[in-house]
Nanobody, 122 residues
Framework: VQLQACGGGLVQAGDSLRLSCAASGYTFRSSNVAWFRRAPGKEREFVGA????????YYADYVVGRFTISRDNTKNALYLQMNSVKSEDTAVYYC????????????????WGQGTQVTVSS
């Protein structure tokens, strides 16, 4: 199983950024998937998740209204559209798969990508 996240970079506060995650080696379309992040000196935290069909989504309070998670099962891809980014969004962002629905804890997800760095300058 491989999850490859990309799309991170250096942006200014208020900008937008789109992260992508390419999955291979398992049945992506039947898996709940999610984004997590880890800021410097902090624990990995939940950002948002989407169910296997892409119909249902849920988010952490601190990104509601700014971030949107989506997926394309024909491409085995997961996305995170980040709008109105803030300095506190600076972190390494990870995609995760094979998770239990409604889970927000990292230990509920079985597969992980390597992470992509997002840095927001104020």
């Amino acid at each position: 199983v491989q999850l490859q996240a990309c799309g991170g970079g250096l942006v200014q506060a208020g900008d937008s950024l789109r992260l992508s995650c390419a999955a291979s080696g398992y049945t992506f379309r039947s898996s709940n998937v999610a984004w997590f992040r880890r800021a410097p000196g902090k624990e990995r935290e939940f950002v948002g998740a989407i169910n296997s069909s892409g119909v249902r989504k849920y988010y952490a309070d601190y990104v509601v209204g700014r971030f949107t998670i989506s997926r394309d099962n024909t491409k085995n891809a997961l996305y995170l559209q980040m709008n109105s980014v803030k300095s506190e969004d600076t972190a390494v962002y990870y995609c995760a798969a094979n998770g239990r629905w409604a889970a927000r804890s990292p230990d509920r997800f079985g597969y992980w990508g390597q992470g992509t760095q997002v840095t927001v300058s104020s």
